[in-house]
DNA sequence: CTCTCGATTAGCT
DNA sequence: GCTAATCGAGAGA
């Protein structure tokens, strides 16, 4: 087991830096039967009271959104669409909206726990979509607002190094309606990860 | 209370 | 490329 991510990292002060940081870091799980853990290859980053995109925007404050104003180091996982999870990793000083939306993630320990509620699915499919990433590890509302420095959700060092000329940056998926904050290039895509997991 | 719409996905054309 | 599925949050009355 890798060297667990301490609250340090999660206390930057800059969303951005905290996508990028996150990228090929292992995401684990305590699931009642094992532990299920993958390396993390797709980020975004929301935040500032600036970002229209972000659940913080303009500082209003909402029962759903006030997770997102705490300090980094816990989860933020809200329903969307009727039927997803998302999960987000809160970052920041307390009373800043910050967080990184975990949009995918490879399958690399727990696999024989996932297989079942992921039948018929390639595994490359398993975790290539924030919702997939929930379903995948089983994370739901319950999980919300947690530590990630906890024996639920936390992060290891990977051992993997990841180039910045690896690193693919786009628009935000799905943020239309935030105007010019739709365009800004805040998701962050390590495309090769599937290659160098499959040298290990 | 009512209405709109979403940080998505799977399945079909 | 298009859209149904599906329901709670958030805004406004």
Known sequence: ???KIGLAAYLID??????LFFLGKKLAVKDPKGNI????METEAYGRAEDKACHGYGNRLTPRNKIIFQQGGITYVYFCYGMHHLL???LGPEGVPMAVLIRGVIITEGKELVKPRRK???EHQWADGPGKVTKTMGITLADNGISLI????????????????????????GVDYAEEWAK?????????????????
């Open 1 to 3: 087991m890798g060297k």
């Open 14 to 19: 800059d969303p951005v830096q905290g996508a």
């Open 37 to 40: 853990a993958g390396i993390i």
């Open 88 to 90: 987000n990793f809160v």
């Open 120 to 122: 018929g699915i390639p």
């Open 150 to 173: 906890g024996e639920r959700i936390w992060v290891e060092e990977s051992g993997l190094e990841v180039p910045d000329s690896e690193i693919e940056r786009t628009p935000r998926i």
């Open 184 to 200: 800004k290039p805040l998701r962050f895509v390590w495309k090769k990860a599937i290659n160098r997991l499959c040298l290990l």
